[in-house]
C-alpha cells in the first residue's frame, strides 16, 4: 500500500521470477541487497527494483531495474543447487562480495551475498572509537570479533565490561583519564 520494500541476503533460484508490481498508484520501490538473483527481475515505471551488493544473471535484469552499487554477475557457485543446497563453495565470487557498511557475517567477514554466510570468509579487523562509533565500551564489546580493538576516548564510563570471551585489545586514551568506574 505505498511502502518501499527492502529484501536483504537471500537466494532466488530461477523457479519463480521476481515481479515487482504493488499497484494502488504507488510509487514504493523495492531495494535488493547482498542476495543472489537467478531468474529475471522486473520492476514497472512507477516502482523500480534497485540492486546493491547482489549477485545476478547476465540479461535477466528486465524493465526497470537498476544496478546502483557493488553488483556482480556470473555464476555464484552453489555446492549444489539441483539438490537444494545454496551455500557457497570456497572459490565463489559472492564470499566477501555483500555490502560492507553492513554488519558482519558471524565468522568475523564482509557479509557475503545470498541466504547461507560462507565459512570461507576472511575476517574483517576493524578497531571501532567509543564514543565515536559507541556510546558505551560494552557496546563496543559486543559487536566486535577476535582480533578487533575497542578504542576509549578520555573520560569516566560508569559501567561494568566483560569481554565475553573475545580476543580483542580495549584500550584508553590514557590511564590517568579514561577510567571506568
Same mark, same amino acid.
Given at each position: 500500500?505505498?511502502?518501499? &520494500?527492502?529484501?536483504?541476503? &537471500?537466494?532466488?533460484?530461477? #523457479?519463480?521470477?521476481?515481479?515487482?508490481?504493488?499497484?494502488?498508484?504507488?510509487? @514504493?520501490?523495492?531495494?535488493?541487497?547482498?542476495?543472489?538473483? /537467478?531468474?529475471?527481475?522486473?520492476?514497472?515505471? $512507477?516502482?523500480?527494483?534497485?540492486?546493491?551488493?547482489?549477485?545476478?544473471?547476465?540479461?535477466? $535484469? =528486465?524493465?526497470?531495474?537498476?544496478?546502483?552499487?557493488?553488483?556482480?554477475?556470473?555464476?555464484? /557457485?552453489?555446492?549444489?543447487?539441483?539438490?537444494?543446497?545454496? +551455500? /557457497?563453495?570456497?572459490?565463489?565470487? &559472492?564470499?566477501?562480495?555483500?555490502?560492507? +557498511?553492513?554488519?558482519?557475517?558471524?565468522?568475523?567477514?564482509?557479509?557475503?551475498?545470498? @541466504?547461507?554466510?560462507?565459512?570461507?570468509? #576472511?575476517?574483517?579487523?576493524?578497531?571501532? $572509537?567509543?564514543?565515536?562509533?559507541?556510546?558505551?565500551?560494552?557496546?563496543?564489546?559486543?559487536?566486535?570479533?577476535?582480533?578487533? #580493538?575497542?578504542?576509549?576516548? @578520555?573520560?569516566?564510563?560508569?559501567?561494568?565490561?566483560?569481554?565475553? =570471551?573475545?580476543?580483542?585489545?580495549?584500550?584508553?586514551?590514557?590511564?590517568?583519564? #579514561?577510567?571506568?568506574?
Amino acid at each position: 500500500y505505498g511502502d518501499d &520494500c527492502y529484501i536483504t541476503n &537471500c537466494t532466488f533460484d530461477n #523457479t519463480i521470477d521476481i515481479s515487482f508490481t504493488p499497484g494502488y498508484d504507488t510509487d @514504493a520501490k523495492l531495494t535488493i541487497y547482498n542476495s543472489i538473483l /537467478l531468474g529475471q527481475v522486473n520492476g514497472n515505471h $512507477l516502482n523500480p527494483v534497485n540492486l546493491y551488493y547482489s549477485n545476478y544473471k547476465s540479461g535477466y $535484469l =528486465g524493465d526497470n531495474v537498476f544496478t546502483i552499487e557493488g553488483n556482480i554477475t556470473g555464476n555464484p /557457485l552453489f555446492v549444489n543447487s539441483s539438490s537444494g543446497d545454496y +551455500n /557457497l563453495q570456497s572459490a565463489s565470487p &559472492c564470499i566477501d562480495a555483500g555490502d560492507p +557498511n553492513t554488519q558482519r557475517d558471524i565468522d568475523g567477514s564482509q557479509v557475503d551475498m545470498g @541466504a547461507f554466510p560462507s565459512v570461507y570468509g #576472511t575476517p574483517m579487523i576493524i578497531t571501532f $572509537l567509543v564514543p565515536g562509533d559507541f556510546p558505551k565500551i560494552q557496546d563496543a564489546i559486543n559487536y566486535s570479533f577476535d582480533g578487533d #580493538t575497542v578504542l576509549v576516548a @578520555a573520560g569516566t564510563y560508569v559501567e561494568n565490561i566483560n569481554f565475553n =570471551g573475545k580476543n580483542i585489545v580495549v584500550q584508553g586514551e590514557d590511564r590517568e583519564t #579514561t577510567i571506568i568506574d
